[in-house]
């Protein structure tokens, strides 16, 4: 998500207001959480499943019905051990998920993921496209979807991750490929899974040149290169879009044509989709945004000015629905960022995102709780 985003298009899809046909979600990473590092650190599995738990039953009694995970299976750097029930968790709470799949790799600089070479990281991945395949086959009507990758198919600069074909964008396209078979560990007992399956890449990395919505300094995007041929693999694509990021937005000054900048994405999400549809041969017909949202902190030496109001609209008008077709889930649940937000102490806007807190408490200047333990009659978000 840190990767500028174009300026979105102020006219809004042709619907009227208020029609609504999409699911909305929420994408949620347990990291967030001071207990979850040092319970990997110590193989203490218990604890993992316990702060997963325990932020599931907070995030449905915020009013959410699904979630967007980006990780298939959590497991400890060391031991080997893992919490590979994400999506019967999920079920237990009464939630829906869209099931991450996790692309460790060597090959994107500036981005440690905790592997030391490039076999050890494609190794990593494995329990991860097979917690996939188990999940999605155990729990069909839990499942609504998987995601493989995020955000790395091209680099901070725009280039593609890797050579050759050994490049993340093959890797994906494989994964995917081998998550439909649904085989076991061994090659055996394949039973095709069925759900959606699609990458989150970003939005200038989905759509470059100058259709409206696509970066036009950009000149391999997938829409222009198609590498792998991912655009004949997969039949839906999930984009990022931040309009945080645009570089030409100052929040006091402007708008998405005087009004919530949540207003844009929805034309954003359809203009990359036209330009992906015009590449030939594409079996793409749709797309969920697969992140969006507002930050509540900034950095004053680097990033725009913001504050929990500008959040606060952002998410209320997401929260509308007005013109929506696509799904779309918000970024996301907690904060990242371990110290509260004043602007002056220059905290990166990428930790900043949440509804809560790191630690999962409320946070002041938004509308919405974020409540412990029972509640009467969330607003339900779906």
Request: aromatic share 8%.
């Amino acid at each position: 998500m840190k990767y500028l985003q174009t300026a979105c298009v102020a006219t809004l899809i042709g619907l009227s207001s208020n029609v609504y046909a999409a699911t909305n979600g929420i994408n949620y990473d347990p990291a967030h959480n001071p207990d979850w590092t040092p319970a990997q650190g110590r193989s203490d599995v218990n604890k993992m499943k316990q702060i997963i738990t325990a932020d599931l039953k907070q995030i449905k009694a915020m009013g959410f019905d699904v979630i967007k995970t980006y990780f298939s299976t959590y497991c400890t750097p060391t031991a080997g051990l893992c919490v590979d029930n994400i999506a019967e968790l999920a079920d237990t709470a009464g939630l829906k998920i869209m099931l991450g799949v996790f692309e460790f790799t060597s090959l994107q600089p500036g981005h440690p993921q905790g592997c030391n070479s490039e076999p050890e990281c494609q190794s990593w991945t494995v329990p991860q496209t097979l917690a996939a395949i188990k999940q999605a086959q155990k729990f069909p009507n839990t499942v609504i979807g998987i995601v493989v990758g995020n955000e790395d198919i091209y680099n901070d600069n725009g280039e593609l991750v890797g050579a050759g074909g050994d490049n993340l964008a093959q890797r994906i396209v494989n994964d995917i490929g081998k998550i439909r078979k649904g085989c076991d560990e061994n090659g055996q007992n394949c039973q095709a899974v069925s759900v959606p399956m699609t990458t989150a890449q970003r939005q200038p990395d989905w759509c470059g040149g100058s259709d409206p919505g696509c970066a036009p300094d950009r000149t391999n995007s997938i829409n222009q290169t198609n590498p792998a041929r991912i655009l004949q693999t997969i039949s839906v694509i999930g984009v990022n879009i931040f309009p945080y990021w645009s570089p030409n937005f100052i929040p006091e000054k402007t708008g998405c044509n005087g009004q919530s900048m949540a207003l844009c994405t929805q034309t954003t999400a359809q203009n990359v989709l036209n330009a992906v549809k015009k590449v030939s041969g594409t079996t793409v017909n749709d797309t969920i945004v697969t992140e969006e949202g507002w930050p509540s902190c900034y950095s004053t030496s680097s990033q725009h000015p913001t504050d929990a109001s500008l959040e606060d609209d952002y998410f209320t008008n997401w929260l509308k629905h007005e013109n929506q077709v696509f799904d779309s889930y918000y970024f996301m649940a907690y904060d990242l960022g371990k110290s509260k937000c004043p602007p002056q102490n220059g905290a990166d806007a990428n930790n900043y995102f949440g509804l809560c807190d790191f630690n999962g408490a409320s946070k002041a200047g938004l509308s919405i709780s974020c409540p412990h333990g029972a509640l009467t009659a969330p607003r339900r978000v779906r």
